[in-house]
């Protein structure tokens, strides 16, 4: 088999008219009704949040109460708009969506993370309008919020939804955020919601000392909402958080490349960073005999595996992730899910799967490989796993420092195979990296690794 791969409303106006007395106008008490049912769910969306420990402080929590949620979602039942974690779509073009309207519980863990008060001045990167109706509620009459989106569809929507709710101090622009905003000057916060893979030097250049800059950042096919404070001429997070967003679009965009390693759709490797060097010595692998490994390394169903995640991105060499067609599949791989973690070395490849214990609450990981060297590769990924189980297993996970790109590489191992050296844009510092992109984690759990969490 050959390896191929590529790169990849308005009221009527005609109702009969009659005595107020002895007629009511049955759209007006439409309205009514459809005006109470969205507070009972706005304030049921906001209760759910609080009580998940999404939002903590009164300033989000007074905001979240406020903004009329469903006056942006276009035409989405009530029920969607206010459901609290999931993004409402808003423009698609053949099945990629282009703009979305976050779900609830991801624009509250943003404005958590941004820590913005009364009187700041607020850039926001992506225009949707509800977002820009938070910030505005947040800085208050003394502060200022900027929106910038490179679609003018979307900045005229933002326009006209913002000015029909009341917020017409936002400031709309139409522009590729990767420069500098003219005209803007330095801000406290910079807040990007749409998804990233590398930190332009315009986002940290308008950030005040000790600015924030939050961000949903791809690392080798992962994706996290990281919170940076400006520290001198580089940034450092002290939070992450798992999200998945609409991609950046202009001159940041990145597109992921996939390798297809019967040929088919069937089985898709996506990578992150760019495919291996020799992506024919994967055309054989097939032919192997699948390998499998159990690691002994055991999970509760809700225990959080973020770190996992991250460790596996960092020290793997060849990471990527795995997708299965279900209408192709022939059982030659089989993963617990239709999306797994993977990882490519020489002319093998291995993915992480799962199975449920004997007590039913917990799983146990595994990894399959195929191969010349599947036995061998698939005991160095159970390795990594066995030293995430006993060094990084409920800790921390790294601190991430973005650099300017030609900044000396700072001390630490080196990723085999990893390329070094002055980079364009800016370099991202964690423990096993050095590249020119970002990010870190939030709270997953072998229960809901269900889906593809960023696509």
Not at 49 to 56: F, K, N, Q, R, S
Not at 237 to 263: K, P, Y
Not at 295 to 322: K, N, W, Y
Not at 422 to 449: D, N
């Amino acid at each position: 088999m050959t390896a191929r791969y590529q790169a990849t409303g308005r009221l009527p106006s005609t109702v009969p008219a009659a005595p107020s007395q002895y007629r009511k106008d049955p759209y007006m008490i439409d309205a009514t009704a459809d005006a109470d049912r969205a507070v009972e769910l706005r304030d049921a969306v906001v209760d759910q949040l609080v009580a998940d420990g999404e939002i903590v402080s009164k300033d989000v929590e007074a905001a979240m109460r406020k903004v009329p949620r469903h006056h942006f979602t276009g035409d989405a039942p009530l029920d969607e708009a206010y459901d609290p974690y999931t993004a409402v779509i808003m423009k698609e073009d053949g099945g990629a969506h282009l703009s979305s309207v976050s779900a609830p519980q991801i624009q509250a863990l943003m404005l958590e993370q941004a820590k913005i008060a009364p009187g700041m001045r607020v850039l926001e990167i992506g225009s949707g309008g509800l977002n820009a109706a938070y910030l505005a509620e947040l800085v208050g009459p003394n502060g200022c919020v900027t929106t910038v989106d490179i679609d003018p569809e979307i900045t005229e929507r933002a326009s006209r939804l913002l000015a029909e709710n009341g917020y017409e101090q936002v400031k709309v622009v139409t522009a590729d955020a990767a420069e500098p905003i003219a005209e803007l000057g330095e801000v406290d916060v910079v807040m990007v919601t749409a998804g990233a893979w590398d930190i332009p030097p315009a986002w940290i250049e308008q950030l005040t000392p000790g600015g924030r800059l939050v961000v949903p950042l791809r690392m080798r096919g992962l994706t996290r909402s990281v919170a940076f404070t400006r520290v001198g001429d580089h940034l450092e997070s002290d939070s992450a958080r798992i999200c998945g967003f609409v991609a950046m679009q202009g001159s940041t965009a990145h597109q992921e490349e996939r390798l297809l390693v019967t040929g088919t759709e069937e089985i898709v490797l996506h990578f992150d960073d760019g495919l291996p060097a020799d992506p024919s010595k994967l055309d054989n692998a097939v032919r192997h005999e699948r390998v499998e490994l159990w690691t002994g390394v055991t999970v509760g169903l809700s225990e959080l595996i973020d770190t996992l995640q991250m460790h596996l991105a960092i020290t793997l060499p060849g990471f990527c992730s795995m997708s299965v067609s279900p209408d192709l599949d022939t059982g030659i791989v089989a993963p617990a899910r239709r999306w797994s973690l993977a990882a490519v070395e020489d002319d093998t490849f291995a993915y992480l799967t799962t199975r449920r214990t004997g007590d039913d609450k917990h799983v146990e990981y595994g990894v399959h490989a195929l191969g010349s060297h599947a036995r061998d590769f698939a005991e160095k990924i159970a390795g990594h796993l066995r030293d995430w189980a006993r060094e990084r297993r409920g800790g921390p996970g790294p601190v991430i420092r973005v650099y300017p790109g030609r900044h000396p590489r700072r001390p630490g191992p080196r990723r085999p195979g990893h390329r070094q050296g002055p980079q364009p844009g800016h370099t991202l510092l964690a423990p096993g990296l050095t590249r020119r992109s970002h990010r870190v984690l939030g709270g997953l759990t072998p229960e809901t690794v269900e889906e593809e969490p960023n696509r």
